[in-house]
């Protein structure tokens, strides 16, 4: 477990909130597990996301482990990110990670999950932490329409096929997005962002771009 009581919660978020603004990282949602996290995020360059990570682990995990009389690493590995096309995916990855207490049966509805940024969504409460994205403003002309529509989508859920799509995509590196989103990526980054396709040539065409991120760290 890397969070064991709700002050190792709260001093991971502050840590959290002051990384990601020494390192210019807008953080769009979040949830601490008892064993990993998530997060969707917008690094303002190439490394910042990773110099984010590294710095929060550099404070956190000495704090853990003199309060909890432990020593030694606490994360297993770097963390898992995936880049996503926004105008298609930000919102299904807001919820899925919000969902996921759900999912692992730690509770019957996102709102009832302290560690997590669904009820800023929702207006519940502000969280500091949290830049709202364009596509979570397109959703409502006014702070309440954005948080009864947001509210909606999440308790419509969803589909089986989307949630392990969007895991698949985290644990393997794969960009979520159009063939043509992808395809540009490979031209910018010189890597394979998707599965090959048997039986075709893979083309490379030039399409918009994006650096929303989806990172999963875990213990």
């Not at 009581?5 to 597990?33: I, N, P, S, T």
């Not at 692992?104 to 560690?115: D, R």
Request: net charge neutral.
């Amino acid at each position: 477990m890397v969070f064991r009581d709700a002050d190792d919660h709260v001093a991971f978020l502050g840590w959290l909130k002051e990384a990601a603004r020494q390192f210019k990282v807008a953080v769009h949602a979040y949830v601490l597990m008892p064993d990993h996290l998530h997060l969707l995020a917008t690094p303002s360059d190439d490394q910042g996301l990773a110099r984010m990570m590294q710095w929060i682990g550099r404070h956190y995990v000495p704090y853990f482990n003199q309060k909890h009389g432990r020593s030694g690493t606490l994360w297993q590995g770097r963390y898992r990110a995936t880049v996503i096309d926004a105008e298609l995916y930000l919102l299904a990855v807001c919820r899925y990670i919000e969902l996921n207490p759900v999912r692992k049966g730690l509770v019957a509805s996102p709102g009832e999950y302290p560690w997590s940024s669904y009820m800023h969504h929702i207006g519940a409460r502000q969280d500091g932490l949290i830049t709202d994205h364009p596509q979570y403003w397109s959703i409502g002309n006014t702070p309440f329409d954005r948080e009864i529509a947001y509210r909606q989508l999440t308790e419509e859920g969803l589909a089986r096929a989307e949630v392990e799509r969007i895991t698949d995509a985290t644990l393997k590196g794969w960009a979520l997005g159009s063939e043509d989103f992808k395809q540009s990526l490979e031209r910018q980054t010189h890597r394979r962002v998707s599965p090959a396709k048997r039986g075709r040539p893979a083309t490379v065409r030039i399409a918009g771009e994006t650096d929303e991120v989806s990172a999963q760290q875990e213990s």
